[in-house]
């Protein structure tokens, strides 16, 4: 990999690390607070609203500006928002602009990647950016499991400032306290991101021109014939996924009776098992055999619905890191190809943007599902059944539709396949 490849990861994996404890973190205030039992599963929706809101724009935006300064300027929008829920904001406008941070983060994240490594390196480049994130997922869950535990908690509220009354009275306020340091950690890494030798696009002064350019750019890739089967997949296990990792919590308290530091310990196992699935998808998955991995969504959807016969913690730890593995090993090769599809046909920016977009939606989408189940008192074992359905069904149908595209546009299929690895082995 070349040089600067280990400055973005180490700069991904302390804001992603950050981001997940925050959320343990958010679920833990509004329980401490009294809040609805709904607001906790919207903290989903409300990290994703501003990746939807604001997709036209902020990947024109890290094309536009050189990436490690729109990393380090999104990391400063994350400070605010934790300080923002630290000094008594409310947690679900607060996460909401971390979100704002995180959606403007993620374009110049994984569009730097083609700017800086070749073809034949994406795969194995998303493998390790996906791993460290998930990794970082595992130990930021953990993290904000302890910090807002019993061991941890008192330690962290025994510091004092003379002199200074800072508010910091309960587990939860300390634990978000502790992780500004964290943002700031990933700060100070993005201000050595090397600059790359890709021309900047300018960028338009009119929001309806980045809006009507968005579209075009949504709509080349949703018609491309290996984009849409690419787009479809990352979209759908982003969404659920989004999702689960807020369902999980409880689950494991209908289930096993857990609170929320030991349900934390199970957020960490999946993302595990997805991080194993990564690695191992990038080692001996290519480019052009990518859409060979579909059938395992099916599986997962199947795997998912399964979770409702779980009722130990022996039981429900190798499932889950199956389950994990299983995912990690689809998405994978998949968000590859949709980089490669994304990078000929349009910005790096503009592609992830595209990608976030639709992604984000759909956690969006599913998030407000589940938020309105809860209001309505359905349970968690309901909504993981729902949910592992919309993932079988779904990715049945787009294991059609690529069936469909070899069989009435195989030309065009085999073209852009011949290219992938035409590309991959240069």
């Known amino acids: 990999m070349k040089k600067g490849f280990s400055i973005i990861m180490s700069a991904q994996f302390f804001s992603s690390l950050a981001d997940q404890a ?35 724009f902020v990947g024109a935006f890290a094309d ?82 302890q910090l807002v535990g019993p061991h941890l908690a ?60 968005f579209a075009m750019c949504n709509s080349l890739l949703w018609k491309d014939k290996l984009g849409q089967i690419s787009l ?33 310990t199970l957020g960490g196992v999946v993302a595990i098992g997805t991080a194993i699935g990564a690695v191992v998808a990038s080692m001996y998955m290519r480019l052009d055999r990518a859409t060979r991995v579909i059938p395992l969504g099916i599986l997962m959807g199947v795997l998912i619905i399964g979770l409702n016969m779980i009722t130990n913690v022996w039981a429900a730890t190798p499932f889950l890191i199956v389950l994990g593995v299983i995912g ?28 976030n977009f639709n992604e984000q939606a759909c956690i969006l989408a599913l998030g407000a599902l589940y938020t309105g189940m809860t ?3 359905l349970s968690a074992f309901i909504a993981i059944s729902i949910f592992g359905g919309i993932v079988a069904v779904t990715m049945w149908m787009v294991r059609r539709w690529h069936q469909h595209n070899c069989v009435n546009h195989r030309e065009e299929v085999e073209r852009l396949l011949a290219l992938a690895r035409c590309d991959e082995v240069h």
């Open 375 to 377: 209001r309505w008192g």
């Open 154 to 213: 008192p330690i962290l509220l025994s510091f004092d400032f003379p002199f200074i009354d800072t508010g910091v009275d309960t587990p939860p306020e300390a634990a978000i306290a502790s992780l500004v340091f964290l943002y700031v950690i990933a700060a100070c890494f993005n201000l050595y991101i090397p600059r790359t030798q890709t021309a900047l696009q300018p960028l338009a002064h009119s929001p309806l021109t980045l809006v009507r350019d």
């Open 232 to 264: 479809a997949t990352t979209t759908l296990f982003w969404g659920v996924s989004g999702n689960l990792r807020i369902i999980v919590f409880a689950w494991a308290a209908m289930a096993l009776g857990y609170t929320t530091t030991q349900a934390s």
């Open 22 to 56: 925050l959320l343990v973190g958010a679920i833990e205030l509004l329980k401490s607070s009294g809040a609805p039992a709904w607001q906790v599963p919207a903290l989903g929706p409300m990290f994703a609203l501003f990746y939807v809101l604001l997709a036209p």
């Open 64 to 145: 536009a500006v050189p990436k490690g300064k729109v990393m380090f300027y999104s990391n400063l929008i994350k400070i605010v928002g934790c300080l923002m829920m630290l000094f008594g904001a409310h947690p679900l406008l607060a996460y909401a602009i971390v979100g704002l941070g995180a959606a403007a983060y993620s374009p110049a994240k994984y569009g730097i990647l083609t700017e800086l490594l070749p073809p034949s390196q994406l795969v194995k480049a998303n493998g390790w950016i996906e791993g460290l994130t998930i990794a970082s997922i595992i130990l930021g869950i953990l993290l904000g499991g």
């Open 328 to 355: 990690g090993y689809l998405v994978v090769p998949m968000n590859a190809l949709l980089q490669h599809r994304g990078h000929n046909l349009m910005g790096a920016g503009r592609s992830i943007a595209v990608q």
